[in-house]
């Protein structure tokens, strides 16, 4: 077995602020991605990475980046918050490639934009 | 990209009923499909999944349709349990690649004792 885990995990900033957001896996899984969710929606990606080095854009990469650092872990900058900003930011991996594709999540940060 | 719907958004049920969620999606390609199930403040899990090649899967009380012609696919949960309140989501993707996968929107399953 392995764990996700995302730091921190309430994240209260200023409009306009840069946010960074961390997640760290130990399954040592090829994959990672960032996905938003907000209440009463599903899940939306963002970025994601195919192994270390590698980014790839998600359906909603606009107003964000994203860092690949090492296979283990992989930052999300949220580049200018929005004022009134509420949203859970999961992180999960799986594995490349392959015929099973189950994705493990992490906790979640809790971002709030005063 | 793939697009994925999900209905219904509220689902309440009585226990000891059945509860139905269906999803449909628009890429032939994908060839995966994962149901996550999510409880108030946690992170979403895998319950069960499905694969093209195959038209019917069961886990103990968990029952999960794929019908390809019309890109749909559903879960049943069958005699619902209080436990079984929460959001559910759907996905579909394309396996041998990068996992990508598309979530539906999510349904909010009550379970009414």
């Known amino acids: 077995g392995g764990i996700i885990t995302q730091t921190p995990k309430f994240l209260i900033g200023q409009e306009g602020q840069k946010l960074t957001l961390k997640c760290q896996q130990n399954f040592n899984h090829d994959t990672m991605y960032w996905y938003r969710q907000d209440s009463g929606k599903g899940l939306r990606l963002i970025y994601y990475?195919?192994?270390?080095?590698?980014?790839q854009k998600g359906d909603l990469s606009e107003g964000y980046d994203a860092s690949r650092e090492k296979k283990s872990s992989f930052s999300l900058t949220v580049t200018s918050a929005q004022k009134n900003e509420m949203a859970v930011f999961l992180c999960?991996?799986?594995?490349?490639?392959?015929?099973?594709?189950?994705?493990?999540f992490g906790p979640g940060t809790r971002l709030t934009v005063l | 990209g793939e697009q994925v719907e999900q209905l219904p958004s509220i689902l309440r049920v009585q226990e000891g009923s059945s509860a139905s969620i269906n999803c449909s999606y628009e890429?032939?390609?994908?060839?995966?499909f994962p149901w996550y199930k999510q409880e108030p403040g946690e992170n979403p899990k895998l319950i069960i999944d499905?694969?093209?090649?195959?038209e019917r899967k069961q886990i103990q009380e968990l029952i999960v349709l794929l019908d390809k012609k019309a890109k749909r696919f559903s879960l049943h949960i069958t005699d619902t349990q209080p436990g079984d309140s929460a959001m559910y989501f759907c996905a579909a993707s394309e396996t041998g690649g990068n996992n990508k996968l598309t979530f539906g929107q999510g349904t909010v399953l009550s379970v009414i004792p």
């Open positions: 499905i694969r093209s090649n195959m």
């Open positions: 999960a991996s799986s594995i490349w490639g392959g015929a099973v594709a189950e994705q493990f």
């Open positions: 890429d032939s390609a994908s060839n995966y």
């Open positions: 990475s195919i192994t270390e080095n590698d980014l």
